[in-house]
């Protein structure tokens, strides 16, 4: 594909992307609701989480293996059909019976099924299209159509739970699939072929070079292992968002869009810097410091008074800031030092990594919220953060990550 039409193919497959995005989001925040103000139970929002990624941990380093090896555009088409089969599905049996959550669990469980493919392949779809030099950017862009998409997405998915039942919000996710695969059918992408036959043998065979190649590399090896960290760290307390802010912050559903909007804006400011200007420092640098801002963000979530909504509302702001300039820049990192060919699978393995410890975090939410309280395991677990991002500034070979690349482009 010529250079100077990366852009124009890249907006275009995002155009139909940021439709399901916003539909998805409206979704999945309509269903955080329902939860919340129907049950009230950390555990039922505990066992929703899990529900809706271990799927995607379990199946996530086969599912890379096979994006690797398939047209990812394929991939992305497939994925998005699934996601709307597996909504039309639902709607049919959530409007034919009494609402239980287990048909909410499985139907989150699908879904993760779906993102297990999608997530990944869409990731590996960047370095195909977008010049080396420009992939941060285009990180920042889509942290940017992300945050627009969790901007308006929680209001129209609080629209859409107040006024509608559960299964006919549904409906909005087969809109978003049909936008996102029309989107997809117009464009090209590239695909680096192999010649491997499909096998259980090459496919265990092709899921063992993708764990090679992370550890062979020192630096990507702990960048792995500090954000899994943070991860299991933040997860338990993350679920019981909605909870702090119905529970302990005294809000109702107003509230709880307001927090996931302005979350969503902090994202968009976040992505508006990284896609607007070429920012040049490290961005492993940019990693670690995202690392201490969204520990401290998770202290004072814990730490304010009940009273001071307000301040909890721009303690969010700072969190959407940190996590997208952290998601763009922990992006970019794996984009520029894995080989195209094999970023299906690391993108896969790393979800499935940093999830499946996350699973086990979650199954004690419960436990936590009923005897340590959601305040104190805020202040934990941002204490926690905080400090594996020091660690990560103090690690050297950690801080080397790019650190060639940078110096060849400077002399060049």
Not at 55 to 81: E, H, N, T, Y
Request: charged share 10%; with cysteine; net charge positive.
């Amino acid at each position: 594909m010529e250079n100077e039409k990366w852009l124009q193919t890249y907006l275009f497959i995002w155009s139909g992307q940021f439709i399901s995005m916003l539909t998805s989001y409206a979704v999945n925040f309509a269903i955080v609701i329902w939860l919340s103000l129907e049950h009230n139970s950390a555990e039922v929002l505990a066992i929703a989480g899990i529900s809706a990624i271990l799927p995607q941990a379990v199946i996530g380093s086969f599912a890379g293996v096979f994006i690797d090896r398939w047209s990812r555009k394929k991939v992305l088409i497939l994925s998005d059909a699934f996601l709307a089969l597996c909504a039309l599905i639902m709607i049919i049996l959530l409007r034919n019976e009494t609402i239980n959550l287990n048909w909410i669990y499985l139907m989150l469980s699908l879904r993760s099924v779906g993102n297990a493919f999608h997530s990944p392949a869409m990731q590996a779809v960047a370095p195909l299209l977008v010049p080396q030099k420009e992939l941060l950017r285009v990180s920042g862009i889509n942290q940017l159509l992300q945050s627009l998409s969790g901007v308006v997405g929680p209001a129209i998915g609080t629209l859409a739970i107040t006024y509608m039942s559960i299964h006919n919000v549904l409906y909005l996710d087969v809109i978003g699939a049909i936008a996102a695969i029309t989107s997809l059918v117009f464009v090209r992408i590239p695909h680096p072929k192999t010649e491997i036959k499909p096998s259980l043998s090459n496919v265990l065979m092709e899921l063992k070079d993708g764990y090679k190649t992370v550890l062979k590399n020192n630096g990507l090896t702990l960048l792995f292992l500090y954000a899994m960290m943070v991860t299991f760290f933040i997860m338990p307390a993350a679920i019981m968002f909605p909870l702090l802010t119905t529970g302990y912050y005294q809000g109702g559903k107003i509230e709880m869009s307001i927090i996931q909007i302005v979350w969503s804006v902090g994202m968009l400011i976040g992505g508006t810097v990284l896609g607007v200007f070429k920012v040049k420092i490290p961005k492993i640098i940019l990693v670690n410091t995202m690392y201490i801002i969204l520990g401290l963000y998770f202290i004072l979530c814990g730490w304010l008074p009940s009273s001071w909504f307000i301040g909890y509302t721009l303690a969010t702001l700072l969190g959407g800031i940190a996590i997208s300039i952290f998601s763009a820049s922990f992006t970019t990192i794996l984009q520029e030092e894995i080989a195209p060919n094999m970023l299906g699978r690391v993108f896969s393995m790393y979800y499935s990594m940093a999830v499946l410890p996350t699973v086990i975090g979650l199954l004690f939410t419960g436990v936590i919220a009923e005897k340590i309280g959601m305040t104190n395991s805020f202040l934990i677990s941002g204490l926690v953060v905080v400090i594996i991002g020091v660690l990560s500034f103090l690690t050297p070979v950690l801080m080397k990550i790019g650190r060639n690349r940078n110096v060849e482009a400077t002399r060049g």
